[in-house]
């Protein structure tokens, strides 16, 4: 039985599809994002000759693609700048140290500066949400639902939370702010030079890309997390922006003498029984990055069954980082500087194991408890500790056959990122640019797929994405699925719809419509609401004089709403068994505004999905 307009299956169908209070252009209202208007608006146009350039030659978006590269270089060097800052001024380091990598800290100041930072953190993030209500969305989200669009002001919110959670030593990593600036950045960029919707989710990917190739001193890797994180897809059209803005900002991170990541591993000897054990570490990589997934989400219901303030929660959760890096300073910050020593050094087995339990605890308290940053670094160092722990039981349950540590720690750091973020190509890049071995970077990939492969069929999502759908939002990649949640049934009913009253007499009806003039009639009560259909044919069918239009009604029960979208709508279609049906403003006033068939919205459909798919293969 089809569903009633006060149901709320029908009431909040437009809740289901994130389409809910969306205006006529369709975007969204009172969730916390910018409408476009709002955004155009402040943004200052470029030369009218200058755009027309940019719209007629793909050749300028190589330009535009190396301004923003010159942007994410300089942001992305000035956040480290702060952060280091943060760390030699709050915890007592030298320039030249970091922070993850000292052998001991002030026990005082390891204690104290999280949960301070943590409390400072928490009333600045309360002073900023009254200040400004909108939620700030990130890359992924904005080239999936937005087309690219992002707010300037709430990216810079975001860089101003992660520098200060960095800053105070939580266990999180810069990445989110780098990818986060950059890619503002080039949205800013390209609306200013009011590029096509395509054109503008390329360039927030060259926002991104060049933001992880100036931190990572890796441009392939910088071009492969857009590919595969950020624009969802590749194509031979889109690699000359993006490698374009990824070689840039990594030229201007040098030349401003920005601390670049730098991971020098001699090549190990791999011989075909070695990717036995590889295959395994993927699955523990992919396995311990579900763990750190679920550790996050188990901290926020933990923070919220305590009934804590949220502003209150970051100096909790900084108080246990503090009391974890008692027993090691290597959980503090993202284990920039760990890495470099835990990948050099030779530890016991015993301490590695714990080294992984601290970190991976430390990490999912710090996002869970409000801290803000990105996990990309994090994982890397928890990876490479994982692997170097493998090789030692490896070697110990056989000592035949000894499979080499630098190998593991390689594939242990590059599993189990691919595990939280995503992307096997980009780890294997990152691999590849790190060693320059070949054998080293094939054995990575093979245990990235791994890794990729476990975690969708136990796990299904990588942070990025689990975060998401903790959200209550569908998307799983960066794929733009915004036009269709913008394609509302608003956007394609028809306005110029015949109404009839229900106690108009059948006589009367057939003298006002004539067979063939229209298929179907709205029918409506004495106070202009809907009530249901009448079909032509079948009133003239009817001999009985004594009828009324309201003796045939069809699909009283089911209306669609203007904020559907074409997905609600072809699903109400298929339910009611109805080829058209009567569009309302609202479940509980019921005016009709307009009329839709289901006809013309799989028509809207295939033209939409047909362009997509030229964007796609760059016809």
Known sequence: MPPTPGDPAVAGATRHGRGAFRSKDGHAHGTGRRPRRALGSAVAHAPQVLRALVRADEVWLLVLSGFIGIGAGVAVWLITLAAQYMHQLLFGIAHDQRLSAMDHLNPLLTVAVPVIGGLILGLVTLGIGRLYTRRAVDPIEANAL?????????????????????????????????????????????????????????????????????????????AFYAFELVIGTYAIGTFGPVAVASLTSMAVVHALGGELFELFLLPAEIVPLDYIPILALGMLCALLGIAIMRGVTLTEQAFRRLGLSTWSRPAIGGLVVGLLALATPAVLSSGHGALAVVVGAEYSLAYLLLLVVLKAAASAISIGSGFRGGLFFASLFLGAVLGKAFALVVGAISSEHMISPTLCALVGMSGLAVAVIGGPL?????????????????????????????????????????????????????????????????????????????????????QEFSLGSEQRVVVLDDEDRYVGLVQVAEAYADAHDEHVVGD??????????????????????????????????????????????????????????DRRRRELSGE
């Not at 950059?182 to 009011?194: K, L, P």
């Not at 058209?580 to 006033?589: C, H, K, Q, R, S």
């Open 146 to 222: 937005f087309g690219g669009r992002m707010s300037m002001t709430g990216s810079l919110v975001v860089v101003l939370q992660t520098i200060i959670s960095n800053g105070v030593g939580a266990s999180i990593g810069l990445e989110a702010a780098y990818t986060q600036i950059g890619s503002a950045i080039a949205s800013r960029v390209g609306h200013a030079f009011r590029v096509r919707r395509g054109d503008l989710r390329l360039l927030v990917g060259c926002g991104a890309a060049a933001a992880i190739a100036g931190a990572f001193n890796a441009p392939l890797t910088g």
């Open 426 to 510: 980009t780890m294997g890049f990152l691999a590849l640019e790190s060693t320059g071995s070949l054998p080293m970077t094939v054995a990575v990939l093979v245990a990235c797929v791994v890794s990729a492969v476990t975690v969708r069929r136990t796990f299904g999502y990588s942070f990025a994405t689990w975060r998401f759908h903790l959200r209550g939002e569908s998307i799983r990649s960066a794929v733009d699925i915004g036009w269709m949640r913008n394609l509302t049934v608003e956007r394609m009913m028809r306005r110029e719809v015949r109404t009839v009253h229900a106690d108009k007499a059948l006589p009367e009806f057939k």
């Open 552 to 609: 045939l009604l069809h699909h009283a029960d089911t209306v669609l709403l203007p904020r559907m979208t074409i997905k609600e709508a072809v699903a109400m279609f298929e339910n009611a068994e109805s080829d058209a049906l009567a569009v309302v403003d609202g479940p509980e006033t019921r005016h009709v505004i307009g009329m839709l068939t289901e006809q013309h919205a799989l028509r809207r459909y295939s033209e939409e999905l």
